[in-house]
């Protein structure tokens, strides 16, 4: 049984830090692609970042680009998204996803096998 664990949320003030990470098992994800998503209360869920399973290609939302990195630990088995200088409308849900769908591209909310279950993001002003 494949499960994608999240952790590293939390409370922080604007223009802080937080690096989420996102563990997998059951399922060896280094040649998987992977990606971010978060959903904040009464919104639909949006593509944060996406790495392909090599981690050479990267993608970011615009909202995010230039602040979020997402990465990979492949001895880990594990995903990251370092987020800096944070805002509060960064704050959500945050969900990692692997194992991506046939003829799905790497930002569709429904394009993904695996989702963790999510991690508690609040950035405060």
């Known amino acids: 049984q494949v499960q994608l664990v999240e952790s590293g949320g939390g409370l922080v003030q604007a223009g802080g830090s937080l690096r989420l990470s996102c563990a997998a098992s059951?399922?060896?994800?280094?040649?998987?692609?992977a990606g971010w998503f978060r959903q904040a209360p009464g919104k639909e869920r949006e593509f944060v970042a996406a790495s392909r399973g090599s981690g050479a290609t990267t993608y970011y939302a615009e909202s995010v680009k230039g602040r979020f990195t997402i990465s990979r630990d492949n001895a880990k088995n594990t995903v990251y998204l370092q987020m800096n200088s944070l805002k509060p409308e960064d704050s959500a849900i945050y969900y990692c996803?692997?194992?991506?769908?046939?003829?799905?591209?790497?930002?569709?909310?429904?394009?993904?096998?695996?989702w963790g279950q999510g991690t508690q993001v609040t950035v405060s002003s």
């Open positions: 059951g399922r060896t994800i280094s040649n998987d692609s």
């Open positions: 996803a692997a194992l991506l769908r046939l003829r799905k591209g790497v930002t569709a909310t429904d394009g993904y096998h695996y």
